[in-house]
């Protein structure tokens, strides 16, 4: 029913109800994701991701210098994984610390360096390590990267560094997360 000036009678018009249903979606979206769908936060401790012991708190004992790549989680202060999202995959390697440039240091601790584990070419998964090179790698499209300077492309297709994951030192030696991955996790434009 159609009043004047061409307004619906009670004010709903097919645009109207287009927006609110667009708006309402996304408060939805928003109102269902949890703390184990957010990327690592400040405070939050890592443990393993895999394997017979995963769960367990990482510690530089267990991050021998030359030692395997180690994926890891972010558990938040009340113990929630924080695995919802693929982006929140997190890759640590150690290296000697005098392999790290001065300026990428404050971000490690004791040569440990923590990057997205999400290749930035086309969101593959980094699997590969060579510590004598220091490089990690994709196997999808064989990207390689440089995590101890700062997540640095040293072989493309990829264009775009691979975000670092500032890390701090918590009790009995264990790594917790210092600030927000630097760079956004996951594909993009260089």
């Given at each position: 029913?159609?009043?004047?000036?061409?307004?619906?009678?009670?004010?709903?018009?097919?645009?109207?109800?287009?927006?609110?249903?667009?708006?309402?979606?996304?408060?939805?979206?928003?109102?269902?994701?949890?703390?184990e769908?957010?990327?690592?936060?400040?405070?939050?401790?890592?443990?393993?991701?895999?394997?017979?012991?995963?769960?367990?708190?990482?510690t530089?004992?267990?991050?021998?210098?030359?030692?395997?790549?180690v994926?890891?989680?972010?558990?938040?202060p009340?113990?929630?994984?924080?695995?919802?999202?693929?982006?929140?995959?997190?890759?640590?390697?150690?290296?000697?610390?005098?392999?790290?440039?001065?300026?990428?240091?404050?971000?490690?601790?004791d040569?440990?360096?923590?990057?997205?584990?999400?290749?930035?070419?086309?969101?593959?998964?980094?699997?590969?390590?060579?510590?004598?090179?220091?490089?990690?790698?994709?196997?999808?499209?064989?990207?390689?990267?440089?995590?101890?300077?700062?997540?640095?492309?040293?072989?493309?297709?990829?264009?775009?560094?691979?975000?670092?994951?500032?890390?701090?030192?918590?009790?009995?030696?264990?790594?917790?997360v210092?600030?927000?991955?630097?760079?956004?996790?996951?594909?993009?434009?260089?």
């Open positions: 029913m159609m009043a004047q000036g061409g307004q619906r009678a009670h004010g709903l018009d097919r645009r109207s109800v287009v927006v609110g249903a667009v708006a309402c979606c996304a408060a939805a979206g928003t109102a269902w994701a949890g703390p769908d957010m990327l690592p936060q400040k405070g939050d401790r890592l443990v393993l991701g895999d394997g017979a012991k995963a769960g367990q708190p990482v530089l004992d267990g991050l021998p210098v030359g030692g395997e790549l994926e890891a989680v972010a558990v938040d009340q113990g929630v994984k924080r695995e919802g999202s693929r982006f929140s995959k997190i890759i640590l390697v150690r290296v000697a610390p005098d392999q790290i440039p001065e300026d990428q240091r404050a971000h490690t601790v040569g440990v360096v923590a990057v997205s584990g999400v290749c930035t070419h086309q969101g593959c998964t980094i699997t590969g390590w060579n510590h004598d090179s220091r490089r990690l790698s994709c196997f999808c499209h064989h990207s390689e990267f440089l995590p101890a300077e700062g997540g640095r492309v040293a072989k493309g297709p990829a264009r775009k560094r691979l975000p670092v994951l500032p890390l701090a030192r918590g009790e009995g030696g264990t790594l917790m210092a600030g927000a991955f630097i760079g956004k996790p996951g594909p993009g434009p260089a």
